[in-house]
T-cell receptor, first 109, second 112 residues
């Protein structure tokens, strides 16, 4: 079965600071990988997905970017955080099933 | 009209009650239907999925899909306090790269 590791669990960052969230997957190869954001009252919003190394598709224009340097590694980044970037960020993986990581709660202050 | 509509609740029921959670959708291209359970500050976990109209049962949980009405339901029998969580419906259509479209979630509280 697939296992997703996501860190850190919580993060408090000042406005204007950079961001790097990492997600790694075990138990599968060549998975589709996803970054979602969950904001209060707004449900889960797909931010990026990747079908392979170096292949990134963005679903919404924003202050964030994603990269996939290795098959089972997916990184979410920002050069300068905004207050509106606060939220619960979830990495997900699918290959036969659809599994979520435990999430990172980001608060931008 | 949003692609998936889900009543956010909150829904409060006594222990042992039958719970009915519902979503409606607008795009008939959706083919796979899933229900996730999310505890506070945790990632969603898959409860059930189905791809056809009708019922699918797993223990105390039953997923129901009515494609003609574009309506999906999750029933929880003999609800327990441990069922207290947010329940999200999620839908996929072919050719979407597996991108799930989520409802906003219904927050359920089961009182002992």
């Amino acid at each position: 079965s697939q296992t997703i590791h996501q860190w850190p669990a919580t993060l408090v960052q000042p406005v204007g600071s950079p961001l790097s969230l990492e997600c790694t997957v075990e138990g599968t190869s060549n998975p589709n990988l996803y970054w979602y954001r969950q904001a209060a009252g707004r449900g889960l919003q797909l931010l990026f997905y990747s079908v392979g190394i170096g292949q990134i598709s963005s679903e919404v224009p924003q202050n964030l970017s994603a990269s996939r340097p290795q098959d089972r590694q997916f990184i979410l980044s920002s050069k300068k955080l905004l207050l509106s970037d606060s939220g619960f960020y979830l990495c997900a993986c699918t290959l036969g099933g659809y599994t979520f990581g435990s999430g990172t709660r980001l608060t931008v202050v | 009209q949003k692609e998936v509509e889900q009543d956010p609740g909150p829904l409060s029921v006594p222990e042992g009650a039958i719970v009915s959670l519902n979503c409606t959708y607008s795009n008939s291209a959706f083919q796979y239907f899933m229900w996730y359970r999310q505890y506070s500050r945790k990632g969603p976990e898959l409860l059930m999925y189905t791809y056809s109209s009708g019922n699918k049962e797993d223990g105390r949980f039953t997923a129901q899909v009515d494609k003609s009405s574009k309506y999906i339901s999750l029933f929880i029998r003999d609800s327990q306090p441990s069922d207290s969580a947010t329940y999200l419906c999620a839908l996929i259509y072919f050719g979407s790269q597996g991108n799930l479209i989520f409802g906003k979630g219904t927050k359920l509280s089961v009182k002992p």
